[in-house]
Every structure is written in structure tokens, then in C-alpha cells.
């Protein structure tokens, strides 16, 4: 009798041994369904340091965004102000922050002086659907029809201080206090309000003052044509206006850190213009003190 119970305890523990190696080279897959709907949970992952969600590392900005001049119900959110900054320069584009291009499509018109008003953005060709998109990173502060042309509109406040216009929308895809990133859908292309067929009439502004968004977007590339944008006067007029009112070119002083880049945006001009009038190079040395024309 000793002798079968020593056995049988032999014999269970071969068992133990041999049944966790009998699986060892198995793949043990969970079933598909069951994959499918542990990928749609959502993740929170904790900063070990602070232990705050990684979602919510932009909640400072964003308050920032909307402490001031957040105004929901009107297109217009800064007419209480009686001036604005000069000389600022913004940031556009980062490791962090990129662009995208709110629709493909063929220019229609342009910023500037249209028959007898002030065409104060660019209309791009579109069919009714297509998918428009947030051109860079911030919050909607407006989103809903105007009656004044606009049709259906959304206006994205972004992380520089810009704002910046989708209108004529067949559809609102957000709404007022939704955060956006460049590349979302917004909205859907349209003909609503004062428009003659489908397009998106996009604007740049700046406390309310638009400029031509051309100044800093390549639309045949769907590229910015620089990361860094100076906020100064003539920012804010047409180039046939900017040159009906200069009597002379304006003059630029080299101060030290000053690149050709940063002059030309500065002044709303290119890089190729200022070696045009200061007969220099790309490669010239900038030394503080020296004075630029722009023309």
C-alpha cells in the first residue's frame, strides 16, 4: 500500500513538470473579437513625476486661449480692442505643431481689392462634401450659419494668437470649446451663404484683421512659406496697397540675431527681394547697425 501512494505522488509530479512545457512553444492568440475590443479601450498613460495624463499636457495653453476676448456667439471677438501689438513675432510651425493644408483645390480668387470691396481671404475650388481641415493645432471658438455671407462658418483660435476662417461649409463637424489638431475635419465643403458655387473661402486673421494668407502658405505645394511670422503694419495690406503708399523704401537696422528670413517676414517681403535691393547674397554677413532697403 506504501509503495502505490509513493507512485501515484511520482507520477503528479512528473505531471506538473511536463504540462507547463507542453504549452511553452504553443502561440496562444486571443480571438479576434476579443483583440478588436481591447483596442478600442482607451489608454491613459500616467507621468510617473507628476502623475498627470499625458492628454492633458496642453490644458494650460488652452486655458490661455480662452481667457480673454472668447466670445462664442459672434464672428468678431476682438472689436473692444483699440490697438494691437506691432512687432511680434509669432511661431507658426515646430517639432510640435505643423500644418496641413485645409483643402486641395484650384485658387479661385485672392487677397486683395475686388470690384468694389476688399476681398480679405482666398477662395479654393471644392466639391460639396469634401473634407475640410484644421490648418494648425488650437480650440473652435465659433461654429455655426451667419447670416452676413459667411454661411456656415468655423473660426479655430490656435496657440499663436492667429485665428483662422473656414467659410461656406455644407456642415459643421465641431463646435465652440472642441480642440482641434492641424489635419482634422472640421467640416464639409459647400455653397451656403454668399456664394456663386462650391468653395472654401479661408482667412488668416490677427484681433480680427485679416492679411493675405499667401504671405505665409505655398497652396500649390500645400507648404508654409516660413515657420516664423513677424506681426508689423504691413503685415496687414495688399502688396498693390503697400505700394501705392510707400513714397520711398523702408529701411530696416540689422540688430543683432536678424536673418534675411525674419527681415523679409517682418517686412512682407521675400528673401530674393532684399538681395535684389541691397545688391547682396544669401550668403552676406548681417552686421548690426547696417541698414536695409525694402522694397
Avoid at 480571438?31 to 507621468?47: C, G, N, R
Avoid at 515657420?227 to 501705392?244: D, G, M, P, Q, V
Wanted: contains cysteine.
Amino acid at each position: 500500500m506504501l509503495t502505490l501512494i509513493r507512485l501515484f505522488f511520482t507520477a503528479s509530479f512528473i505531471m506538473l513538470i511536463m504540462i507547463p512545457s507542453a504549452f511553452a512553444g504553443q502561440n496562444h492568440e486571443l480571438p479576434p473579437d476579443t483583440i478588436k475590443s481591447a483596442a478600442l479601450q482607451p489608454v491613459h498613460f500616467e507621468d510617473e513625476a507628476e502623475g498627470d495624463s499625458i492628454e492633458d499636457e496642453d490644458s494650460e495653453e488652452i486655458d490661455s486661449l480662452v481667457s480673454s476676448f472668447w466670445i462664442t456667439d459672434q464672428v468678431f471677438a476682438y472689436r473692444s480692442l483699440t490697438d494691437i501689438m506691432d512687432s511680434v513675432l509669432l511661431n507658426l510651425s515646430d517639432t510640435n505643431r505643423i500644418f496641413v493644408l485645409p483643402v486641395l483645390g484650384k485658387k479661385w480668387h485672392g487677397f486683395g481689392p475686388r470690384k468694389r470691396r476688399m476681398h480679405k481671404g482666398i477662395d479654393i475650388g471644392l466639391q460639396t462634401g469634401d473634407p475640410v481641415r484644421a490648418a494648425f493645432d488650437g480650440v473652435v471658438r465659433y461654429a455655426k450659419k451667419n447670416r452676413r455671407g459667411f454661411g456656415n462658418l468655423v473660426v479655430l483660435r490656435h496657440f499663436n494668437g492667429l485665428e483662422t476662417y473656414y467659410a461656406h461649409l455644407s456642415k459643421l463637424n465641431v463646435q465652440p470649446g472642441d480642440q482641434v489638431v492641424a489635419g482634422d475635419v472640421i467640416g464639409l465643403g459647400g455653397s451656403t451663404g454668399r456664394s456663386r458655387g462650391a468653395h472654401l473661402h479661408f482667412e488668416i486673421r490677427f484681433c480680427d484683421r485679416p492679411f493675405d494668407p499667401e504671405k505665409v502658405i505655398d497652396f500649390e505645394n500645400a507648404t508654409l512659406k516660413i515657420n516664423e511670422l513677424w506681426i508689423s503694419k504691413n503685415l496687414f495690406l495688399s502688396s498693390s496697397r503697400a505700394n501705392n503708399l510707400a513714397s520711398g523704401p523702408d529701411l530696416h537696422i540689422i540688430k543683432k540675431g536678424d536673418t534675411l528670413g525674419r527681415i523679409a517676414a517682418r517686412h512682407g517681403t521675400t528673401i530674393a527681394a532684399l538681395c535684389k535691393a541691397n545688391k547682396i547674397t544669401k550668403k552676406t554677413i548681417l552686421r548690426p547697425g547696417r541698414t536695409l532697403k525694402i522694397q
